[in-house]
């Protein structure tokens, strides 16, 4: 530090004299990192100038420049070194790697560095991405950051991601970031209409490719995000693409190839055809039995029911005795064209194949003084393990950067994309879902054709409701087509050299094609067929005009920063609908006999005011504010204005006096904030009282009203609070930040719940609030630090406490997590915000395999029918309360990173993992229920763990043939722990040496080998413990172990 | 870049939807006020209503359908295994009440119009299917009026009501108090030519007929069921036509009469023709959900020739097993699902009134005064079964009209009210698949606590002092 002012003066002595013997020379040099490898595009700055060049991929650079200026090197990844140009002509560097406090990055309006910044910041850089070659950068980001949840709702290819920040900061409106891109907030909706249709939900940020992103930056506290407002309070996350560096074209090719030829996990792997025709034997004797049969009528009655209900596909049942547990004799009919006996149908694999991805990239990029290009062009394919799953997107880019004159400054991001995704339901559906039913409904006896006539079956296969698939998926097709077009224009106007304009206009138009058809065979297709066109139009307008002023006063150090942004949104739909088709081979609406129509809009504007000032007295201490003042279309007249507004300050204490003599400490600096920011409706219209005009009657419009409102409706608004303390020891070989938060969500938008005798079952009202805390710790460092090894390492922890503080009059509300109703949950005062709700299961009573429930009433805790354990409890489920029976919050979630590099080879690690915390798993009930179902299949483990008499320390209850629903009520016989640590990637690389890259006539050459999901830990047993947001698991596809190869080069 | 800052910020902030309107304003003329009647007709016609689920449960619970097994679709009506949390069909709650809500918005908005125009038909409608609304809710919900009156029925509201209020219910005699006032109120307003797919003066007489019939008030009964029959525009089909008026729209017998219009309120594979028909037959989601008990088809089998034979198909799941003609195609246009008349045979009109009802409400409650009128009444109908000696002061008998509705009336939404009002035991046909039922006994009668629905429990959490208003026995 010493050296750094002495620097200065000098610098300041020599400026003042410069005009007078300043003489130009040319400095050149090469920058090297701690390895001795070349790094190219640093920049160097001439400091107090705006002239500067970029070092080339031998690391050379030239610059004109006079003795006692100060070139100032600079490059991503490394920390900025400061060097005096004194009598020699060349000037070498050796950059050092770590973490660079003064490394840039881009945060809300603007750019900062870690030593400046004063908000909660988490930047991930492009090659953190790469690691992980995911077709969605949202995926790439888990693990990655402390506080960010990143969760997907379902194993398909290009389905929706999730991503909480800080826990859960809303119950009704989005729990979601906002994203921006290149500084223009973005939709992040699923785009289209096919999940009305099918569940499959079209991440439309999946249109971006994440090879052309250069850094992404993850705001979450109210000093980094509160500058954007009314939609910032569940953080936001900055993506930031390429641009050229200044230097000759480089040219870089990348081409992967994968396979998916498994499920990363087993997933309530079923039972054999025998064990589970076994199982359905003792439903059906003890159905007989229970009613007051003999043993004798049991089998008997048992022996039909198989027959009866499973004879119709060429088998005969018996059974040698005429016990509860006889093992069945199953044997073919011979009675039709095909003989069965001794046979299975193996559906297990029938729906699913060794799923193949493959992408290939190519970009050019460079630049000179005036002009920076960075253009690409990708192609990506993934195909899921079903084969109605697919997923391809092409997309290109073009980002210019255009200087004219000295003043003016003319940027321009073009991004043109189309994707396809194919998708299939994977709710819980008897029909459509071939997960579900491989593993629940579809019986070996069951085959794709008709014993008797050998023709294809086509109907449904009896009491499970399977469809024979292999026919039907001939029957119909699905696509989900989206072509975007965004273009961010950028007009930078320096107008003194402290102050500068700039105006960012955007436009996106995003265009959905859905389409659906079902043959007249197809069992959706009514006997008719039936085809669906819509298109969904979505236009987003983003202009934004900031003015930002920099003035230093000695070592009073001013930013100031002013503007104005107007957003507008509109979507325009339009359905088109055939039934009745012809011929087979035309899937179109215009051959169809009768056809159906529907076309309108919606959308919603904003419009907002904005300004942040910023403040520090010689780097040592800062104090920012900013605020800014929303209007949004979302909100009626009266309450469609509110402001938002941060402040924070920062101590790095590193640069005081007393500091200078601690060695070990390289940095030191606490930092802490307070703001608010918001969220707004989920709806556009939700304060407008609405009659609505879809209820055509005898061809005649029809009208009714749609919901009640609130006129008054508002913004839910999240008070933040932040403090962290940085540090960097032993030259930043360990590195890390230990923060707190504290995030209270008011004016929580709250769905009431109000009588039915209303019209309606529910009324938005702003009511609710929500408390997360926490504690985020990052911790990194390099382990190895030689010339050919390098080792480093990161972790990552979240502690957050997430609570319901305030509810509607103190009322609890009962919640389900999606459309299958998987898990019930309870919003209560003081209780958690992923409260599981439901009977406390108290397991098997040993001597007579019956489930036990404790009662819970709690008036009484005695009360039942028997006391267990000290508590009341009871057989009966009907007589159990329901409680809170766990939380899906962990104690403690993050990821884990390390990189090996030895000479060319690199390996990265990138584990994920979850300490505490329960899931619900809601296919239990349907593979390991205790004979409620009649016709379906169990898993494995319901079958071994079974009571019987000869098991009597079977863990799940007796099977019976009286409709036991015990195991359908939301209970906590579903919960497991969710403990689980994952590698999620591993990435092995291999950079070839300059020696043959020479040869080859390229500058870099690298191959590299990732696999995906390659390895889980877990508790919990039965399936893939890496569950969605709400800790749940159901029918969705699982998750697959993925293996890619690629080769990456440039010249 | 500059759009936001040349228009004035309200304007710019003000973006109305496009498929909807502001409520305060949407019916400002008798065509407003026709294009919320539709919605209110069209509501009637929903999956959970007259679309299906009605229709059902009136059959289901009635002893006159059965079915092979458990777990599809509705069979929980069948089993009566409803508990306030689970199988309770709530919709039914649910979704009546918000058409009593339209129909309440309608007839404020109409009070409430200030311009020109005659709204009688529009309120004259919209206050007859209030009171369908209700007369159905409350029997649903409430015990019989004829076996317990003063039990609790269901929410009396006749205005919108604020979003946190907590309606509780009435008495099952306030509500048909109300019922009556409704129908009465509305009768002056309607006009009496027939009306297709509307409400017209002789739907609302006859749904009094319905009321009072359900409310033993058999004098009241018997004028409205005349009226209708002697001074309205319709007529019985001849024997020769029965069968076909299945295939036909707003035939001479249709008092009140839904229209389902394909792409529009055509429920597809959900519809009652899929409900009722055999397992499988042109279409693979039809599962052979509700077929004629062996009692019915007893009934019917009295003759051979009986014209309702018409309408009737096998229903056999396995070609081996022997023929049960207890498949119905009253809602698929004949046995060759032809519709009637529409693209596709599942968006058949609803049937909500006719004729035949009203000569065999004429009988029941003629009945009671004049056995010989009765008997001309019933064989009116009795005559469909033309080899059945007809019935005659000496003869009839209350279970006489009442196997008569049941042969007429099959899967129209009639049986199971008709067997609690009277007080008759309902007996189910389980043994015809060994059903194991265990919620009910294989016969029920009106002193079953299940014979109303239970108050959904979403219904009780949302407005608790509703909680100690349940239905006995859940």
Known sequence: MRVKKLGILTFLLLFLVQTGFAQEKIVSGTIVDNNNIPVAGANIIIQGTSRGTTSDFDGHYTINATEGQTLVFTSMGFNEQRITVKSSNTIDVTLVEGLALDEVFVVAYGTATKESYTGAADVIKAKDLELSQNASFQDALVGRAPGVQVTKGSGQVGSATSIQIRGIGSINASTEPLYVIDGVPVSSNSSGQLQDYIYSSNNVLNSLNPEDIESISVLKDAAASSLYGSRAANGVVLITTKKGKTGEPKITLKSSFGFSPDWATDNWEPASTEDNLDYLYRVYYDAELSGGGTAVESNGYALRSLNNRFGKYGYIFSTDGTGPGENLNIAGKTDGVLNRDGQFYNWKDEFFRNAINLTNDVSVSGGTEKTNYFSSFSYTRNDGRVKENSYDRFSGRVNVIQKIGNHIEFGSNVNVSGSTLTGFNDTNNAGANYFQAVRSRLFGVYWPTDYKTGEVYTGRYGNSFAYNNLFHDNEWENSSKVFQTRVIETVKVNILPELVAQTIFSYDNTETKDHLYYSRLHYNGKGMGEVTEMSTNEKRAVSSTTLTYDLSLGLHNFNALAGFETERNRTSFQRSKGTDLPASGLHTVSTAGDTDASAYSWGNSMMSYLSRLEYNYNKKYYLAGSLRRDGSSKLGPDTRWGNFWSVSGAWSIDREPFMENVDIINSLRIRASYGINGTLPPSNYGWRSLIGYSSKYMSLPGAGLTNISDPNLSWETNHISDVALEFGLLKNRLYGTIEYFNRDSNDLLQSVPISRVTGFSSTLRNIGSINNKGIELQLGGKIIDTKDLVWSANVNASFVKSKVTKLSEGADIIWYDNVDRRAQYIYKEGESTLAFYGLEYAGVDRTNGVNIFYVNDPNDPNAGDFQLNGRGATYDFNKAKETIIGEAFPDVQGGLNTQVAYKGVSLGLNFIYKIGGYLYDSVDQHVADDGLYWERMRSQYAVDNMWTEENPNGSLPKVRGTDEEGVTQFSSRHLYDATFLRLKNINLGYDFPSSVTERMKLSTLRVFAVGTNLFTSSKYKYADPEVNQFATKGWELPFTKNYTFGIELSF | ?474
């Open chain 2, 1 to 474: 870049m500059s759009f936001g800052l040349v228009s004035c910020d309200d304007d710019f902030l003000d973006v109305p939807p496009t498929n909807s309107g502001e409520s305060s304003t949407a019916v400002e003329s008798v065509a407003d006020a026709q294009v919320v009647l539709n919605g209110i007709m069209r509501g009637l016609t929903d999956i959970t209503y007259y679309g299906r689920n009605f229709m059902v449960y009136a059959e289901a619970k009635g002893g006159e359908v059965t079915t092979r097994t458990l777990g599809r679709g509705l069979s929980d009506m069948y089993t009566f295994n409803s508990t306030p949390t689970s199988n309770n069909f709530e919709s039914f709650w649910n979704d009546m009440y918000n058409r009593i809500l339209q129909t309440n918005y309608l007839i404020e908005s109409i009070e409430n119009v200030t311009g020109e125009g005659n709204y009688d038909n529009v309120k004259g409608q919209a206050l007859t299917v209030r009171a369908l609304l209700y007369f159905d809710l409350v029997r649903i919900y409430g015990k019989p009026y004829t076996y317990d009156k003063t039990s609790y029925g269901i929410p009396n509201v006749l205005t919108p009501i604020d979003a946190l209020s907590n309606p509780l219910r009435a008495s099952v005699e306030e509500n048909y108090q109300q019922i009556i006032i409704d129908l009465k109120a509305a009768e002056e307003l309607l006009p009496k030519a027939k009306s297709d797919g509307y409400v017209n003066y002789y739907a609302n007489k006859a749904l009094q007929a319905r009321v009072y019939l359900t409310m033993a008030n058999y004098p009241e009964a018997l004028a409205a069921a005349e009226e209708v029959i002697n001074t309205g525009p319709y007529q019985l089909y001849s024997n020769s036509a029965w069968v076909g008026s299945w295939a036909s729209q707003f035939g001479s017998e249709s008092i009140f009469e839904l229209g389902i219009i394909p792409n529009e309120n055509d429920h597809g594979n959900g519809s009652l023709s899929i409900y009722f028909r055999k397992q499988y037959y042109g279409s693979s989601s039809a599962n052979g959900q509700y077929f004629a008990s062996d009692y019915y088809l007893d009934k019917l089998e009295q003759d051979a020739e009986d014209v309702r034979w018409g309408i009737m198909g096998d229903d056999r799941e396995f070609a081996s097993e022997d023929i049960h003609m207890g498949a119905s195609y009253k809602y698929s246009g004949d046995l060759a699902l032809s519709g009637d008349g529409k693209s596709t045979a599942t968006a058949v009109n609803i049937k909500v009134i006719r004729l035949s009802e009203m000569y065999l409400i004429a009988a029941e409650a003629a009945f009671h005064s004049d056995k010989e009128l009765a008997a001309t009444y019933l064989n009116k109908i009795r005559q469909r079964s033309p080899n059945l000696a007809p019935a005659t002061a000496g003869t009839i008998s209350i279970d006489m009209i009442l196997d008569e509705k049941s042969k007429e009336l099959f899967t129209e939404g009639q049986r199971y009210f008709d067997m609690l009002r009277l007080g008759k035991p309902i007996t189910f046909n389980d043994d015809f698949n060994d059903l194991p039922i265990t919620a009910r006994t294989k016969t029920i009668d009106v002193t079953f606590d299940k014979i109303v629905l239970p108050i959904p429990k979403n219904e009780i959490n949302a407005n608790p002092p509703l909680g100690a208003q349940q239905n006995p026995g859940y």
